[in-house]
């Protein structure tokens, strides 16, 4: 099959589930991954003709799509941060906006002279950890996730970047006490409510872990309840704890972390101009 017959097949088969922008944008990655290829290249050579077996990747992963399988499991990688991530089935797809909350821990730790003892609490991939240890070298990072096949591919990626990073095998929701002080605690724990899966799409709710996403609709705040009070306790002097947050619980989480403490309290929206963020000092 020529390449511009592949590519009108693959438009005409997904133009009823995507729109056309990111038909292109799929279009381009599969080529790139399977046959080296880039934009100019299917501009310059339309007529080349895929091999056989190529065919068959490209085949593969069309019917993945037609059935909203998110691009990024397809192809077995993203990137964040400026950064390659491996993710599977296991992992989130790490979001832009978890990018911003790495760049506002970053500008909040620019000026410390001192080696910095960093925890993330929900790894997932590790791109949170990974980044910051990228960004802040002299940092000590450890980083927790409860399920182990997450952090299986979280030390794939510590790998693949050459970042030290301490993983923890370890339900957060269980856990009493840190093993030890920490001068920033970030999470971005399971934040969305079961009333809000009506808002999911589908490529995320048949594919990536609930137990990554989901919380009881009657008590939405359960990770950051325990993180605050384990923040609390672990939180070195003027150390900082960050959240990703559901958007819609904005007010009620930063209610929350003042009823258990924490003096400063900061909000930001993300780039969709949605309450994202947060900030406490102890």
């Known amino acids: ?39 100019i290249d299917f501009t310059l050579q339309p007529t080349l003709e895929i091999p056989s077996k190529k065919c068959d990747l490209l085949d593969t992963a069309l019917a993945r799509l037609q059935k909203e399988e998110p691009i990024q499991y397809i192809l077995g990688k993203t990137e964040f941060y400026g950064y390659p991530f491996k993710i599977n089935e296991n992992t989130l797809i790490p979001r832009p906006e978890t990018e911003e909350l790495v760049e506002w ?7 410390n002279k001192q080696q910095l003892s960093i925890l993330d609490i929900g790894t997932g991939t590790g791109c949170i950890p990974i980044s910051l240890k990228k960004n802040i070298p002299s940092a000590n990072v450890s980083a927790i996730d409860v399920s182990e096949e997450a952090l299986k591919v979280a030390k794939e990626n510590a790998s ?17 006490n840190l093993s030890r002080q920490y001068d920033v605690i970030v999470s971005n724990p399971p934040y969305v409510r079961e009333l809000e899966k009506v808002e999911i799409k589908n490529n995320v709710l048949e594919n990536e872990p609930h137990l990554a996403l989901f919380v009881d609709d009657d008590n939405p705040l359960i990770f950051y309840k325990k993180i605050a009070d384990l923040a609390i306790k672990s939180l070195t002097k003027n150390g900082l704890l960050f959240f990703e947050i559901n958007q819609y619980l904005g007010p009620e989480t930063i209610e929350m972390l003042k009823r258990k403490g924490f003096t400063k309290v900061e909000l930001r929206k993300d780039l969709f101009g949605n309450n994202r963020m947060i900030k406490a000092t102890y």
Do not use: H, W
């Open 1 to 39: 099959m020529q390449l511009k017959d592949f590519r009108l097949q693959f438009t005409k088969e997904l133009k009823s589930i995507f729109p056309k922008t990111e038909i292109d944008t799929f279009f381009f990655l599969l080529i790139e991954e399977y046959l080296g290829l880039q934009r």
């Open 105 to 111: 821990i970053l500008n909040e730790v620019k000026d």
């Open 160 to 176: 693949l970047n050459k970042a030290e990073i301490t993983f923890i095998l370890q339900d957060i929701l269980q856990t009493e």
